[in-house]
Nanobody, 118 residues
Framework: QVQWVESGGGLVQPGGSLKLSCTTS????????MAWYRQPPGQEREMVAS????????TYADHAKGRFAISRDNAKNTMYLQMNNLKAEDTAIYYC???????????WGQGTQVTVSS
């Protein structure tokens, strides 16, 4: 079973930036299309952004458009999420996984906490 490892979260002031990383125990190329998800306090998990297996196609949730950038480096077996102009409402635990309805995904990693606060 795939093990997911997210890193790069932390405490940042509004307007700041963070870059999240995601790697797995297997090959991300075999996983195919991947995505970042987040779960704000007291809310359901939601998709933030997705990237195709070759990295050539990306999609973003409305709240991420223009501020976040998803990418992947298959040679390094790593996916990234560059987050700029962070807002308090971006505070959440961020997870990576295959691209799917998050309610249908059974296996998750620990996630990485992002807290945006002054």
């Amino acid at each position: 079973q795939v093990q997911w490892v997210e890193s790069g979260g932390g405490l940042v002031q509004p307007g700041g930036s963070l870059k999240l990383s995601c790697t797995t125990s297997g090959s991300i190329m075999r996983i195919g299309n991947m995505a970042w998800y987040r779960q704000p306090p007291g809310q359901e998990r939601e998709m933030v952004a997705s990237v195709s297996v070759a990295g050539s196609a990306t999609t973003y949730a409305d709240h991420a458009k223009g501020r976040f950038a998803i990418s992947r480096d298959n040679a390094k077996n790593t996916m990234y999420l560059q987050m700029n102009n962070l807002k308090a409402e971006d505070t959440a635990i961020y997870y990576c996984n295959e691209l799917n309805n998050p309610r249908k995904i059974e296996k998750w990693g620990q996630g990485t906490q992002v807290t945006v606060s002054s």
